[in-house]
């Protein structure tokens, strides 16, 4: 009996000692820290996340104030429901014997080297008393100071467990306030951004569209830590969630105004059913944490995102002429074979045909009908597809085209043949959106049916250039012939399904460019731009409104990852207006080129040709925000290349006032050492450069502190600028 309790002593004084040793993780980029430790009951805390400290002692100072709270109190890294936990919980589960509680302790942590400047941290939790395990994933780009957390969830009881919360990621901040930039809208006014001081509870910013995962508000956001984000000051905090569904951010600020920001899937309607065995695995939150405002943060992103995350995202990318705004659907082979003539005319690299040119039972003459039945219309075009594309061939242009595979017709073979295949409740009336039904890619057959609509394009028509996956239908109708008796699971299977058949195109055809669209801006999120070198922001193509949508898009965005097309909206509007607002971004053309007045078509083909001369600069080079729209009758932005020797300014005059004091521009992240020409270009036939400053000479100095006068008093008026390093 003595040696028992001398035993059962021992073990509790090992316990103790081993508890109370603690553990510290750094997880680091060349500007920020964030340190978590562990705490005498073993569980894991957040103990800073800031801005790197220069002496390794101070942490030491970080650790002793973290003593001084209550362990249920502090900052738990992953918080769990039905224990102490007074607020929203990062992770909930129900356990095999119906317990709602888990606790998860710190058991072991690795750091490795992905690539240079990469490191990972993967930290493991357990539950000591139930068979349930988290891991808990960072990735730093120590140049691009962005981290990426994931979780992965697994366990080993008898029988699957549910679980009902599953965050990607959980940060804390302690400041005097908060300030919160979403970016809300609709279809066609998308990423419309405003700021609300965030007080004491709960906002939730978050979607339940499925398979359109951000028609109402986008998966990204910035916070202002102190006080409201500006472009160039103040310390921000700009996340995004890398999932192609439902997503929700919640930002709560407790009793002692301590700012919790959780970021994940949505779990409306998803209490996961997870088998023993399998891993949950979350998508990944990427965040920065600017100290120079939200000008600084976005530069990271975008280098970050062009480095490693978007398709392609240091190649080029293709100019095009697309048909939609100048047929719609009423077309024919001769009519598309003039327009591709039309593509080469201009100079752009490719013609895109969009929807329309496939369907025979039910052809598709209006979106009421044929989406689903991938051959082409007969009456249409007699020699289909590869006649198209021999006919770009010869033209000396590329062939691109439009599908929406995710989607059905209730008006269509596909629908007729395989209804079991749809998202649709068996015992109710349907509801269409835009006339159509969701595949149900949950479904291994549905997913081999979608990867066989690209494959067949692709082996019929091997020199096919370019794809533009279209998704314009949330999920309605929920219920899953497949899934059964596990319909909560389906929001998520139906993005991992999605992902299934992304990765078997990309391993098939790794260099096919596509682009990313969804009814416009649906789908903006990085996880999609793993697969799509570029993403349609908006049907809106109306450029003074594409000027509020690209500054959005722009927080996060890379300006090669955003298709800007020249259209006949806004008839106020010139060519050259509309075509300068696009130059900013991808640009592309959606019009016929041919019914514009001749010195009209004249500018089109010299601004394609100045387009590529300068795009590289948009595309690889540091953006810089200069005047916003929001704040004003006039905006601006810059580019400047990663050597500073060349740089491209853009301004625009939307509705100047009259009697404005219209003030200088002054440029940012020139070498203020460096001498600059100043050249104004894509310019109107016969229109002759401002005097004022082309063809000057500039100081970076003077151009940063003194500026140009680029603003006019005319509306609609728009100016590019060509920056160059002179010896």
Not at 353 to 359: C, N
Request: a negative charge; glycine letters at 6%; aromatic letters at 12%.
């Amino acid at each position: 009996m003595r040696k028992k309790i001398l035993s059962i002593l021992f073990f509790l004084v090992v316990v103790t000692l081993t508890a109370v040793q603690a553990e510290t993780i750094h997880i680091s980029t060349n500007e920020t820290e964030l340190v978590l430790q562990t705490a005498q009951n073993g569980r894991l805390f957040q103990l800073y996340l800031g801005p790197r400290l220069s002496s390794p002692d101070d942490y030491a100072n970080l650790t002793a104030k973290m003593k001084a709270k209550n362990d249920g109190q502090a900052w738990e890294v992953y918080p769990v429901s039905g224990t102490e936990t007074y607020f929203e919980p990062a992770f909930g589960i129900r356990h095999n014997d119906g317990n709602l509680a888990t606790v998860l302790q710190y058991v072991s942590h690795n750091e490795k080297k992905v690539a240079e400047g990469v490191t990972e941290t993967v930290i493991t939790l357990k539950d000591p008393l139930y068979p349930v395990q988290v891991k808990l994933y960072y990735r730093a780009y120590a140049k691009d100071n962005i981290i990426q957390s994931w979780t992965e969830i697994s366990h080993n009881e008898k029988q699957p467990v549910n679980i009902s919360r599953y965050a990607s990621s959980m940060l804390y901040w302690k400041r005097a306030k908060y300030f919160l930039t979403e970016f809300s809208g609709d279809w066609a006014k998308e990423v419309n951004m405003s700021t609300t001081q965030l007080n004491f509870g709960k906002k939730e910013v978050d979607t339940k569209l499925g398979a359109r995962a951000d028609m109402h508000v986008s998966p990204f956001f910035t916070v202002g830590l102190g006080e409201a984000p500006r472009e160039n000051e103040g310390q921000v905090l700009m996340g995004t969630l890398a999932w192609t569904g439902n997503f929700r951010f919640t930002f709560e600020v407790d009793n002692e105004n301590n700012l919790r920001v959780i970021s994940g899937i949505n779990p409306f309607a998803s209490d996961y059913t997870l088998d023993p065995g399998k891993v949950f695995t979350t998508p990944s939150f990427i965040f920065t944490l600017s100290n120079q405002g939200t000008g600084e943060g976005s530069r990271d992103l975008h280098r970050w995102a062009r480095n490693y995350q978007l398709k392609d995202g240091n190649g080029d990318r293709l100019t095009l002429l697309n048909n939609w705004e100048s047929t719609g659907f009423d077309f024919n082979e001769t009519k598309l074979e003039g327009l591709i003539e039309e593509t080469k005319y201009l100079g752009t690299d490719m013609f895109l045909l969009d929807d329309g040119w496939f369907g025979n039972k039910y052809p598709r003459h209006s979106d009421t009908q044929g989406l689903g039945d991938w051959q082409p219309t007969a009456n249409k075009l007699p020699n289909g597809v590869p006649a198209l594309v021999k006919a770009a061939t010869k033209t000396g242009v590329k062939f691109g085209i439009w599908i929406e595979p995710e989607m059905v017709s209730a008006k269509s073979e596909l629908f007729e043949k395989h209804p079991d295949w749809v998202i649709l409740l068996p015992n109710r009336e349907p509801y269409y959106f835009r006339n159509q039904l969701v595949l149900d890619l949950s479904n291994p057959a549905v997913q081999d049916h979608v990867f066989g609509v690209v494959d067949h394009l692709m082996t019929e028509n091997p020199q096919l250039a370019y794809l533009k996956w279209d998704c314009n239908s949330p999920i309605t109708n929920i219920y899953s012939p497949y899934l059964k008796d596990r319909q909560n699971n389906l929001y998520i299977d139906y993005v991992r399904g999605l992902y299934k058949v992304l990765d078997r195109i990309k391993a098939k055809y790794p260099n096919l460019p596509m682009m990313l669209c969804s009814g416009g801006g649906g789908r903006t999120d990085y996880e999609g731009l793993r697969y799509f070198t570029e993403f349609w922001p908006s049907d809106n193509t109306d450029p003074i409104e594409r000027l509020f949508i690209q500054w959005g898009y722009s927080q996060f965005f890379p300006a090669k990852s955003i298709a800007a097309h020249v259209t006949s909206w806004n008839h106020d509007a010139s060519i050259k207006f509309r075509v300068d607002v696009a130059m900013q971004c991808k640009l592309g053309f959606d019009l016929n080129i041919k019914e514009l007045p001749k010195d009209e078509q004249t500018f089109c083909q010299s601004a394609v040709a100045t387009y590529n001369r300068i795009k590289s600069i948009n595309f690889s080079g540091d953006q810089y925000r200069l005047v916003s729209p929001y704040e004003g009758n006039h905006t601006a932005t810059m580019y400047v290349s990663e050597s500073k020797k060349q740089a491209v300014l853009y301004a625009y005059d939307v509705h100047p006032r009259f009697g404005e004091n219209i003030l200088a521009v002054q440029c940012e992240g020139l070498n203020p050492a460096a001498k600059y020409r100043v050249k104004e270009i894509n310019l109107m036939p016969g229109q002759n450069p401002d005097e004022a400053f082309n063809g000057k000479v500039y100081s970076g100095d003077y151009l940063m502190k003194v500026g140009l006068d680029v603003f006019t008093t005319i509306k609609l008026h728009s100016r590019i600028l060509e920056l160059e390093a002179v010896e």
